[in-house]
């Protein structure tokens, strides 16, 4: 009598599978078809990028998946985008918000990869001391600019436009009013 030997066939999606021989596979597939490199040949940096990439996939199917959510129950959403508030590398926070640190480790270590030297290839997004806060808000403090320069500066992306609304102005961006006075109800008085 002949013993059958049962073995599981785990199938998963490269592009959203968590087991390490998925993981695996979509690393080397990325380094392949968007670093455009054969292993043998790749740098840090191209390792890095296709592992950024696999990453990127694995956040683009939750993300997917909660904006489904929210439209099924009709969520209501409220974003706020502020260029000043830089977090730092991404790479590294996004594989420990996913939860597959030991996943992409022991991937790394099966593919003979130096996980840390490929984190380290990620520049800094950050643009220095101070950020861009200070610099959006310069051109307003209009003692420190020559009329002329403050005029090209206005009537550039710093100028907010106001709409009136039941007898407040309010700025169509945040939202923010204050009672409407006299004849400079329209006017930003900075």
Not at 38 to 67: C, E, G, N, Q
Not at 72 to 80: K, L
Not at 84 to 92: A, T, V, Y
Not at 112 to 134: F, K, M, S, V, Y
Request: aromatic share 8%; hydrophobic share 40%.
């Amino acid at each position: 009598m002949s013993i059958a030997l049962q073995q599981t066939i785990l199938v998963e999606d490269d592009r959203t599978g968590l087991h390490v021989e998925t993981l695996k596979r979509a690393i080397l597939d990325n380094l392949f078809y968007i670093a455009g490199r054969f292993a043998a040949s790749a740098t840090p940096l191209d390792y890095y990028t296709a592992l950024a990439y696999t990453v990127r996939d694995r956040m683009l199917a939750h993300w997917l998946k909660s904006i489904e959510t929210n439209l099924d129950h009709n969520v209501r959403v409220v974003s706020y985008l502020s260029a000043e508030f830089l977090m730092g590398p991404h790479l590294g926070n996004n594989i420990l918000n996913l939860g597959i640190g030991e996943q992409i480790g022991q991937a790394a270590r099966e593919l003979d990869l130096n996980l840390e030297e490929i984190l380290n290839q990620e520049a800094e997004p950050g643009l220095g001391n101070g950020g861009l806060g200070r610099a959006t808000w310069t051109p307003w403090r209009r003692s420190a600019f020559r009329p002329s320069a403050m005029a090209s500066v206005t009537s550039s992306a710093f100028s907010t436009r106001r709409f009136t609304t039941a007898g407040k102005s309010r700025s169509p961006i945040s939202g923010c009013g204050s009672e409407i006075r006299g004849r400079s109800a329209g006017r930003n008085r900075l």
